[in-house]
């Protein structure tokens, strides 16, 4: 089956930061979607990406399809409290079903 | 649009007992979909349905059964629990057509299986 790597595990940073994290695949993907999941939720559909090289904002939030279809990118500009929580990338190409990254902790100091 | 719920949130059981776990769309969504959620695991496909009185496995089907009697709604039993059952069930469900892998997640159901 497919296999997606998420790095980092985890991240500490200071409130204002950029926050940087990615997902890379042992093969290609045809959509790309990024998921934030906080304690006791669901996860919640942060953006969703169908075509190589598209580049997607939602708020603060920026993520991009690579262009090789094996990665993708998603940036957390000026980071503020509320953005903690684990954040789950998730890939599908054909009739695989979705596969998970096994998340990125993000936490912010004060 | 309450989306995706699950009844019920939490749950303890005794090993071997059985119980059904519910989850409800109000989205129209063709496909539904139930997932559990280990520590260190990520979110593992138990099973899911790509409509009505339609369902197939998906990677960890074992121990689990499912329904999808009503478009709106997924059910997922357990006959005997076992206390590897212990975990966070996550339903969801997406649209059909180029979206069809956009998932929309409900809230979770905590179960121990004591």
């Known amino acids: 089956g497919q296999q997606l790597n998420q790095s980092p595990q985890s991240m500490f940073i200071q409130e204002g930061e950029d926050v940087s994290m990615n997902c890379t695949s042992s093969?290609?993907?045809?959509?790309w979607l990024w998921y934030k999941q906080e304690p006791g939720e669901g996860p919640v559909l942060l953006i969703a990406?169908?075509?190589?090289?598209e580049l997607t904002s939602n708020g603060r939030l920026t993520a991009q399809f690579g262009i090789t279809r094996k990665d993708s990118f998603l940036n957390i500009s000026a980071s503020i409290p509320s953005d903690v929580g684990i954040y789950f990338c998730?890939?599908?190409?054909?009739?695989?079903?979705?596969?998970f990254g096994t998340g990125t902790r993000l936490t912010i100091i004060p | 649009n309450a989306g995706v719920t699950q009844t019920p949130k939490f749950r303890v059981l005794k090993t071997g007992q059985s119980m059904t776990l519910l989850c409800a769309q109000d989205?129209?969504?063709?496909?539904m979909y139930w997932y559990r959620q280990d520590p260190g695991m990520g979110l593992r496909l138990i099973h899911y349905?790509?409509?009505?009185?339609?369902?197939a496995k998906g990677e960890v089907p074992d121990g689990y059964n499912v329904s999808r009697l009503k478009k709106q709604n997924f059910l997922l039993g357990l006959e005997s629990a076992a206390p590897s059952q212990t975990s966070v069930y996550f339903c969801?469900?997406?649209?059909?057509?180029?979206?069809?892998?956009?998932?929309?997640f409900g809230p979770g159901t905590r179960l121990t299986v004591l």
């Open positions: 969801a469900s997406s649209p059909p057509g180029p979206q069809r892998d956009t998932q929309y």
């Open positions: 093969s290609i993907f045809n959509t």
């Open positions: 990406l169908y075509k190589a090289g």
């Open positions: 998730a890939g599908h190409f054909g009739n695989e079903k979705l596969t």
């Open positions: 989205m129209n969504h063709e496909y």
């Open positions: 349905s790509v409509g009505e009185g339609t369902t």
